[in-house]
Structures are given as structure tokens and as C-alpha cells.
């Protein structure tokens, strides 16, 4: 019996030793410290896709699985979409794992990627949409490498320039574009064994475009523009000329606003809409396409420069404002 009560009490001794003597804290545990991604391999070429997986490390050492949102340090490098990746051009980028209740760091993987074989060339410097250009029309043309993800890399090799009628346009070694005579001419980029073709009308310049100032009202009604426009939609003729004396800024553009647009509250109209817009080339402006007609809803005219190529936010310059009957 004596044997038994001992026994008993080295087994009481051994449990509370294990619990910690009956006043100590529970064993704590483990909890989520990091997250780990990774994937099949770190290097890979534009275009492809591969499946990314994130896991969770805990305090004492073990992988879990863990729910991430899936996110891309440069989008114009790569997307995820669930958890699989695709690149788009050449560079460096970091997939980015974020536990959904941000409990711990967000986990990322750099991925590095390398540009895809070429599929074609592309001509690069005549205007999107617009096919005409004026007798006075001169530009600085390149050729860009086409890829099957439909990114575009520069060339540093010989791109071999022609024009199908000198008469007409000319285009030297370098890609400088000069319009001459009026008529339809094609214009040619071989490289690497790939042949890229444009083909643009010239037509006789105007002899009186309307000369805008940045620093003055616009010259123009709606007489005036519109019976330019109808004579000439595209702007073969550089109707528009953008003075390069006192426009400084990049991009520049003529915005009209609509009335119907003015608020009941009788204050003035911030409804602008953009007629036509420039960009400075080598020192001079190469307008582009117009927009649209001036209706019967717009009253006021005016300049501004934008915030970024091509946005339709704009800063008005100061006395070039002008109301039109």
C-alpha cells in the first residue's frame, strides 16, 4: 500500500511538473510569422504564364496553406490574375502575396523577365488615324521590334527606309520624313527580315491655316472652322498651326466648352472638350486629327496645355480665351 501512495504521488508530480506546476501559463500556440512565395522558376520570357503559390510560416517552424490577395509591384510589367502571372515586356518585377486579415508582412517573389523573339516591325512617328499630312509636313520616323505579347522594343540595328515616290515624300537613312508634292506615297521600314508599310496622302498646304497662340485669343469662328474642317477633316493641310514661339509646353491643345453643359445653378460651365491637341517634335507642333465640329451648344474657346500626353485634363493659359458667335 505504502508502494502505491508513492508511486501515486511521483505520477501527481510528474503531471503538474508537465503543466507547469499548476500556476504557470499554458503552453502558446504557434502563430503566423511570415509568408513565402514562390513559383517554378524566377525567370522567364514575355508573354508567358506561370502559377505562383504562397504559403504561411509559422512560429514553430511549420508551412501552411494561407488565403492572399495577389498583387504586381509594375502592372505594365506583369498581371496576375487568381494566382497566375503573366508577363508583359522586359524587367524586373515583384509578385506580392498579402495574407487577406494583414497579419503579417506581405510576402514577394522578384521576377525577372526577358523580352520574347521579335514577330515584326512597326513605324512609329505618323499620327493614329490620320493618313493625310501637308506638302509642309516634316518628321522624325522609327521602327520599333513587334512582339507576340504586343509589346514593342527599340531597334539599335540598320532599319532600311524607303518612300515609293521621292517626288512625292522623301526618307533619309536616318527615318527623317519630308512631305514635298501633293499625292499618295508608301512609306517603308525593313528589318531583320520583317517589311512594315504605311501608306499616307499628301495633300497641298494650306495657305492660310489659323495660327494658334498661346499667349492670345484664338482667330477663328465657327464659320471659319468649319468650312476648314469640311474642306479638309483630317488636316492633310495643317489647317491649325500651333505657334512654336509661345507655346513652350509638349502637349497643347484648342478646347471648346458646351453650354448645355452649364450648370442650373448659373455659374460657369467647366465642361471642356478637346477640338485638337499638338505635341512638340523636335521644337516644332504635329497637330492631330480634330475631334470634332464646333456645334451649335459651344460658345467659348480656349488654350491649354496638358497634364499628361493625350489626357483631357488641361490648365488654361491666361488671355487666349475666346468667345465664339
Known amino acids: ?61 511549420i508551412r501552411r496553406f494561407v488565403s492572399v490577395n495577389w498583387s504586381v509591384s509594375d502592372e505594365s510589367m506583369g498581371t496576375m490574375v487568381s494566382d497566375r502571372f503573366t508577363a508583359k515586356k522586359a524587367g524586373q518585377v515583384e509578385v506580392i502575396a498579402t495574407e487577406v486579415f494583414n497579419k503579417v508582412a506581405p510576402g514577394k517573389l522578384k521576377l525577372t523577365i526577358t523580352a520574347s523573339s521579335p514577330t515584326g516591325v512597326n513605324i512609329l512617328g505618323f499620327q493614329d488615324a490620320k493618313t493625310q499630312y501637308a506638302t509642309t509636313d516634316a518628321r522624325k520616323l522609327s521602327a520599333v521590334a513587334v512582339h ?9 540595328t540598320v532599319v532600311t527606309w524607303t518612300s515609293s515616290n521621292t517626288n512625292v515624300a522623301t526618307i533619309d537613312a536616318a527615318g527623317s520624313f519630308k512631305a514635298l508634292t501633293p499625292g ?61 514661339n509661345s507655346c513652350t509646353a509638349d502637349n497643347v491643345g484648342v478646347y471648346v466648352r458646351d453650354e448645355s453643359k452649364k450648370p442650373t445653378t448659373g455659374e460657369d460651365s467647366t465642361d471642356f472638350f478637346t477640338l485638337i491637341s499638338a505635341t512638340r517634335v523636335d521644337g516644332k507642333y504635329q497637330t492631330s486629327v480634330t475631334k470634332r465640329d464646333i456645334t451649335a451648344d459651344d460658345k467659348f474657346l480656349t488654350v491649354g496645355t496638358e497634364s499628361f500626353a493625350g489626357a483631357i485634363f488641361f490648365t488654361s493659359l491666361s488671355s487666349t480665351g475666346t468667345t465664339i458667335d
Open 148 to 156: 507576340p505579347e504586343n509589346s514593342k522594343t527599340p531597334i539599335s
Open 1 to 61: 500500500m505504502k508502494n502505491v501512495l508513492v508511486m501515486a504521488a511521483l505520477l501527481l508530480t510528474s503531471l503538474l511538473s508537465a503543466c507547469g506546476g499548476g500556476g504557470g501559463d499554458l503552453p502558446a500556440f504557434p502563430t503566423l510569422t511570415s509568408i513565402e512565395v514562390s513559383a517554378p522558376r524566377t525567370q522567364l520570357k514575355a508573354g508567358e504564364t506561370i502559377e505562383m503559390s504562397a504559403m504561411g510560416i509559422q512560429s514553430d517552424g
Open 184 to 244: 499618295p506615297v508608301t512609306i517603308t521600314a525593313m528589318w531583320g527580315g520583317f517589311t512594315k508599310m504605311v501608306n499616307v496622302d499628301i495633300k497641298q498646304a494650306d495657305a492660310q491655316p489659323i495660327l494658334v497662340k498661346c499667349n492670345a485669343q484664338i482667330p477663328v469662328t465657327k464659320a471659319i472652322w468649319s468650312a476648314k474642317r469640311v474642306a479638309d477633316p483630317q488636316n492633310g493641310s495643317e489647317w491649325i498651326k500651333f505657334d512654336s
